[in-house]
């Protein structure tokens, strides 16, 4: 125990020490045409008033790769407080865990953080952690070396200063830029017990960027994954948000599996694996996001969840309960056991539910219920499900080849369609029996 926790308050002491490698202007491919002008304005504003101000993470990171990024991050040496005088109404001041201040133009936000020192330098109001070394509350403030060593991994550690444009390296992540590899900055294991979320964001980057994860980096995960089971439920829904919706699930989730972060996540998927199925609906995620189309998180998590559930449903079925409050209750156990580890809002939940109750009705309709049935407002979702099913060899009695069929049809094949639906429960019914009327007696008898 002395010696980890050794390692952990040294963690990061030998980058403090180091001095950046300055790239000039002329020597590296960010320009300011490439910003936002939000985060140009943001920077110019903060020197104006006497502070550093350099952008940092995703944003220096993603246009040195000759990405567009999405977001835009500030570090400084001004103090939450000072940004919010700074900027006045503008500025919001948001979160316990670590403080740091938004920064509002119009609709965009730019998060302006202040140097943080080492989580160890700090006292009980500042920093906390608790017993396994997971950090509570990070809000040590401290210089740019230190901030530098603070920063998780080497790619994000890549400063632009905006007083003369150039690039302030400490991590040599410039270079494994170039050389494609993820690595973490400091002791691997340390980093992970600090914030087990970085185990995520490692195989994330992988995924978006197509890196590999240094062996270093990757060699813990394995055996830590475990430690996401204590993390906040809200935190990892978010962190799953940002999985799912990068574009680029369909070759993350492979690599959560390999590295053993899938189960910790999602315990029901993994006992009752639909690959196929999540394979196809990652596909048509990330093409709906390269097309700049909108998602749905819940059809994401339906078909996640949709082995458990069908498992649970089969099982209620074979002890007796009918089918319909059987799938019910399979939804309702699904939902229930995945909030345990992420904090499914009560709207996605129910969409997810709706999508799954949706099949039965979906693979046998009664003739008069199809019209109907296509008016509901989760008829797109539930077809569209049971469309992806149909695709991976689900049995389904075809039935989403029919919806399909009907839905181009014209009012009069519509209605025939409709008829025709019925014919083969006419031709499995037992045809009764006309009894022959009673001849009336006559009068002589």
């Not at 048509?284 to 078909?303: V, Y």
Request: hydrophobic letters at 40%; glycine letters at 6%.
């Amino acid at each position: 125990m002395l010696k980890w926790l050794n390692r952990w308050r040294n963690q990061g002491k030998h980058l403090t020490r180091l001095k950046p490698v300055v790239i000039p202007r002329d020597q590296h491919s960010i320009s300011r045409k490439n910003l936002s002008p939000a985060a140009v304005k943001t920077l110019y504003r903060l020197q104006d008033c006497g502070f550093d101000a350099y952008l940092i993470g995703g944003g220096v990171r993603d246009v040195l790769l000759g990405l567009s990024p999405k977001d835009f991050d500030i570090a400084t040496n001004a103090k939450p407080e000072d940004v919010k005088q700074v900027f006045g109404s503008q500025c919001q001041i948001i979160g316990r865990r670590f403080r740091l201040a938004h920064v509002r133009w119009g609709r965009e936000v730019i998060e302006v953080a202040t140097f943080r020192a080492n989580h160890a330098d700090g006292d009980d109001q500042s920093a906390r952690t608790n017993a396994d070394g997971r950090i509570l509350r990070d809000n040590v403030w401290g210089s740019i070396e230190e901030d530098a060593a603070r920063r998780d991994f080497t790619i994000n550690a890549v400063y632009y200063r905006i007083a003369d444009f150039s690039l302030w390296d400490f991590a040599n992540g410039a270079a494994d830029l170039k050389q494609r590899v993820i690595r973490l900055i400091g002791d691997p294991e340390t980093r992970y017990r600090e914030d087990p979320v970085r185990m995520l964001r490692a195989v994330r980057f992988a995924a978006k960027l197509n890196f590999t994860i240094a062996p270093a980096t990757a060699k813990p995960i394995p055996a830590l994954a475990h430690l996401l089971e204590e993390m906040s439920s809200h935190r990892l829904y978010d962190e799953c948000q940002k999985l799912f919706a990068s574009g680029h699930a369909a070759p993350l989730l492979p690599l959560m599996q390999g590295y053993g972060l899938f189960a910790p996540l999602f315990p029901g998927p993994a006992e009752h694996p639909c690959e196929q199925l999540w394979l196809k609906t990652a596909q048509s995620t990330d093409a709906r996001l390269a097309e700049g189309k909108h998602i749905n998180p819940a059809f994401f998590f339906a078909a996640l969840l949709w082995g458990d559930v069908q498992a649970r449903a089969q099982a209620l079925i074979n002890d007796g309960v009918p089918p319909v409050p059987a799938w019910q209750q399979a939804g309702t156990h699904a939902v229930s056991r995945q909030l345990a580890r992420t904090a499914i809002p009560k709207h996605v939940s129910q969409v997810m539910r709706d999508i799954w109750e949706m099949q039965m009705r979906l693979e046998s309709p009664r003739p008069r219920q199809v019209e109907i049935m296509a008016t509901n407002e989760r008829f797109r979702a539930g077809y569209d499900f049971l469309l992806m099913r149909e695709s991976v060899g689900e049995a389904t009695g075809k039935m989403a080849a029919w919806w399909t069929r009907w839905q181009a049809a014209d009012p009069g094949l519509q209605a025939e369609m409709q008829r025709a639906l019925a014919k083969p429960e006419a031709a499995a019914a037992p045809k009764k029996r006309r009894r022959r009327p009673k001849k009336a007696a006559s009068p002589s008898q």
